[in-house]
């Protein structure tokens, strides 16, 4: 009966035939889980402020004087506002209706518009002067808007559409790799239907478990790899 041959049979320091002896052999376990998450409230000044810097670094202040022009050309409603409500008085459809008009909203609003009643997830805080932050029926020409300006309006529109979104669906991945009798743990996320950031796109679980597949090709590589560094890093101390 012929030899195997390993690989590292080839490398001529007798590290290679040392390693060759100690094969590592793995196994793995993939959990997945699947849950539901609801949509984001409507924005309040604060939560406006917040976003704006964890996207864009816009300090608070900057933020209010973006969104206050914003205002004042009658896109968005009154910024200064501690409020997570927005009243059917705003009109629902006609503010939907008239962000379809913009390309890069189109398929989501087409999707609310048709999903039957609109109502938005509302957050506990109240401001009896003024309703949450939310983009209005008049629509800007986006090419006379500054980058900023852009910047905020974007992040106030999808927020406003997010919130009359049904749950997003995710899935969680924990991949467990044992080697030897370590275990090296890999975890992740996956978006199936994430209409918080309106995305519409459904993967089916197929494409999911090609991705889980690939994901633990790659670790299991990566943790193979590890083992063979420590085996020579061991070998060598030995040595030493």
């Known amino acids: 009966m012929a030899k195997r041959r390993c690989k590292y049979g080839k490398l001529k320091h007798p590290v290679g035939r040392r390693i060759c002896k100690k094969k590592p052999r793995g196994r793995k376990k993939v959990t ?33 004087s973006i969104a206050e022009n914003l205002y004042q050309q009658g896109y968005i409603s009154y910024p200064r506002s501690a409020s997570q409500k927005l009243p059917p008085t705003i009109g629902y459809k006609r503010i939907i209706e008239a962000l379809a008009s913009l390309p890069q909203y189109k398929a989501f609003c087409n999707f609310l518009l048709k999903a039957g009643k609109l109502k938005p997830r509302e ?36 927020r406003t559409l997010a919130a009359f979104a049904p749950p997003a ?36 679980p197929t494409h999911l478990e090609s991705e889980i597949h690939t994901i633990s090709r790659y670790a299991l590589n990566m943790v193979l790899l590890s083992f063979l560094l420590l085996s020579v890093f061991n070998i060598y101390a030995g040595h030493g």
Do not use: C, W
């Open 32 to 64: 997945r889980r699947r849950y539901k998450q609801l949509p984001p409230y409507p924005f309040s000044t604060t939560e406006l402020q917040t976003e704006a810097y964890n996207h864009f670094k816009f300090s608070p202040q900057q933020t209010l």
């Open 123 to 158: 957050g506990p805080k109240e401001d009896p002067a003024h309703p949450a932050i939310y983009a209005t029926q008049e629509v800007p020409d986006l090419s006379k808007l500054s980058p900023r300006e852009r910047k905020l309006y974007d992040l106030i529109v999808r």
């Open 169 to 204: 669906i995710r899935e969680s991945m924990k991949v467990v790799l044992t080697v030897n009798g370590e275990n090296f743990i890999a975890t992740g996320k996956r978006n199936f239907i994430n209409f918080s950031q309106i995305e519409t796109k459904k993967e089916t």
